[in-house]
């Protein structure tokens, strides 16, 4: 008798096997998600009803307090119910009043992302926005926080550009959402002089943390990427593929502020990709001169007349710091996990 555990992997197991795997992670997804959406509404929930108590019937911190360590007592299983929780249980119930909000765009949001859009932001229609750009982008926490804290909202489709003048309307306003101004490049430390190249070299270095600030669609295609024309070869300090819009984005870098020429140079290069890169699938390349300034009034006489799309933005860098002293400065990161780790650790000793 032949043993099955011996007998040989029926043909097509390996793709069977691999959707299986698919289907189970799929399911954990949507049952964490759906747990995660509970929660949120638990908590909800439960700050409203400290509101009503604290309306109705004048409950002071003294009372949420009491009320932490008995529902510590009664669910010793669940983390959540120290006092300082409680306490954003009902800034929360008192930022979001509608339920129906709550389930549509907070509710699939971590905690801990709601409570940063608590602190964060003032404003509920800006704290709706960067909630639902997290969900839509899958940021986690601390993407979410830079974000807010590097102005995104105000930042996008800030670009100077042509694009209303040579796309489609509907293609223009999808274009100019995508584009920001300044971008923020925080994550480099280059001195004033630096030259175009050591830019380009910092940001392929960096190339996770650039395509994070370009935002959702980018794929790096390479630096000085080499194009042909008339037996001569030009290359393009960045080049990239938008997956969303279906086109070719070709980045021109600049350290110091704009110049009229540029943008007939990048009109070039923009041609030059719709002839030897595009395929007839492709809609029409973007042009992207990233710049350190500009004044709006000549950029805006520079584009008059190009009839390829180029937007111009600036750019900010990270003030740069000397070395022994930036080498031994704590990480904004490493700052926050310190003070994450010693509320916690007072939470677990009781102290609220």
């Known amino acids: 008798m032949t043993d099955s555990l011996s007998s040989p ?5 390996d793709r069977f096997l691999t959707d299986l795997k698919h289907q189970i992670r799929s399911a954990q997804l949507r049952a964490s998600i759906a747990i995660n959406r509970e929660l949120i509404l638990l908590y909800w929930q ?7 108590r604290q309306r109705e019937e004048g409950w002071g911190t003294k009372v949420i307090d009491q009320l932490s360590r008995d529902l510590a007592k009664a669910f010793p299983e669940m983390k959540g119910f120290s006092s300082r929780n409680l306490k954003y249980m009902r800034t929360f119930a008192e930022a979001y009043s509608d339920e129906e909000v709550v389930q549509r765009s907070v509710a699939q949001l971590p905690w801990r992302h709601n409570i940063a859009l608590l602190e964060k932001l003032k404003d509920a229609d800006e704290r709706l926005w960067y909630a639902q750009q997290a969900i839509e982008n899958g940021w ?3 993407v979410l926080v830079l974000q807010i804290e ?3 909202k105000a930042r996008i489709g800030g670009a100077t550009t042509n694009f209303q003048r040579v796309l489609p309307k509907e293609e223009s306003d999808l274009v100019q959402s995508l584009l920001k101004d300044p971008y923020h490049l925080d994550f480099l430390t280059l001195g004033k002089d630096a030259q175009e190249r050591e830019l380009e070299n910092a940001l392929v270095l960096h190339i996770r943390d650039f395509l994070l600030e370009l935002g959702l669609g980018f794929a790096f295609l390479g630096n000085q990427y080499p194009i042909e024309v008339d037996d001569k070869e ?3 300090d960045l080049l990239f593929y938008h997956v969303k819009l279906h086109c070719y984005v070709v980045i021109d870098l600049k350290m110091g502020e704009f110049q009229p020429e540029f943008s007939g140079k990048m009109n070039f290069y923009v041609a030059a990709v719709d002839n030897l890169l595009r395929a007839p699938s492709d809609n029409r390349t973007i042009g992207i001169i990233l710049c350190r300034s500009k004044s709006k009034t ?5 584009l008059q007349e190009m009839g390829k799309p180029i937007g111009v933005s600036t750019f900010q860098l990270s003030e740069t710091l000397p070395e022994p002293l930036r080498n031994n400065l704590p990480s904004a990161e490493q700052l926050e996990m310190e003070i994450e780790a010693i509320a916690t650790d007072l939470e677990d000793k009781g102290v609220n």
């Open 9 to 13: 992997v029926p043909f097509n197991y």
């Open 140 to 142: 986690s926490r601390d």
């Open 298 to 302: 000549t950029v805006e006489y520079a």
């Open 234 to 236: 030009y290359k393009l």
């Open 150 to 152: 590097t102005g995104l």
């Open 46 to 52: 439960i700050g409203q009803s400290i509101l009503a």
